[in-house]
Structures are given as C-alpha cells and as structure tokens.
C-alpha cells in the first residue's frame, strides 16, 4: 500500500501476527511498538504512570521506566485482565536509585477487568502506578506475540 510516497505494510490480523523480537514503548508519543527485524507490525495506544516525564527513580514515584528490559514472566488472571512482567530494576535504575526502593512491580498490563475486551482508540489520562496499560484486546495480542525473554526498550 502506497501513503504518502512511503510503502506501508498492510495490517495484519490478530492470528496472523507473528512472534515479536521486540518491544519499543515511546513514552512522549504515548505508544507500544511490537517489532520484527526492526519492522513494526502493530501498534498500540498506551498509559503510563500519573508522573511519566523522566525515568522510575523509586517505588511509588508513579513514574514508567526508561531503559532495556525483558518480558520475564507472565500473569493470566490479575485485576488489570494480563499482564508481562518487565524486568525493572536494571543496574543502571539501581544507581539512579541511590539505594533507596526501587520496586520491581512494572508490568504491560490491560484496563481493569470491569471494562471487559475493548480498546481505546487513545487514552486521555495517564493512569497506572508506572506500568504501561493497554487496551484488554490489546494485552491478548501482546501476549500471544511475545515470549518471555523478549526485550523491551522504553525510551522517553
């Protein structure tokens, strides 16, 4: 497909979508990139936490990591529908710490299970603790495109 000048893949469907090598979450534009060979091959709209300029410094600081990670485990039933664990804190998070709590608990996560399988076009508040929410139809995708392991790089 021709937009613009530029080539542009045909969307793929949800079963069609292979396994992603990786995962880029661009937090000012507010969007989860699942990539092939440097190729994305979905998109999604994101929230991050309720203080998303900068990187986590400390648990309960409401802010998203910044950094490279990986997807190193996974939760089927939580109150947020799924969620992958991200591997937050590295050692450079530590540092930036200053010995103090870090916390660990960031997750890819869907909405609260209440609003059921939908997906906002874009969110209007950021409303996580730090971890990065999606839509419920959203987190079924990543999770199926993913394998524990694969790295995710979130940048600012």
């Known amino acids: 497909m021709l937009i613009g000048g530029a080539v542009m893949a045909t969307p793929l469907a949800p079963d069609e979508l292979p396994k992603a090598d990786r995962i880029v979450v661009w937090k000012a534009k507010r969007e989860l990139d699942l990539m ?4 994305v091959i979905r998109a999604y709209p994101i929230a991050l936490g309720s203080h998303p300029k900068g990187p986590k410094r400390l648990k309960g600081d409401g802010r998203t990591p910044e950094g490279v990670y990986v997807i190193d ?6 109150e947020y529908h799924r969620a992958l664990h991200i591997s937050y804190p590295n050692p450079a ?4 710490a200053k010995g103090g709590d870090t916390g660990g608990d960031i997750f890819i996560h869907g909405m609260p299970r209440a609003f059921g399988r939908k997906d906002p076009v874009r969110f209007f508040t950021d409303w996580t603790n730090g971890c990065i929410g999606v839509g419920n139809i959203a987190i079924e995708e990543i999770w199926n495109a993913v394998d524990d392991g694969t790295t995710i790089e979130i940048r600012p």
């Open 36 to 39: 092939v060979k440097g190729i």
């Open 73 to 78: 485990r996974r939760l089927r039933q939580t």
């Open 93 to 96: 998070d530590r540092l930036r």
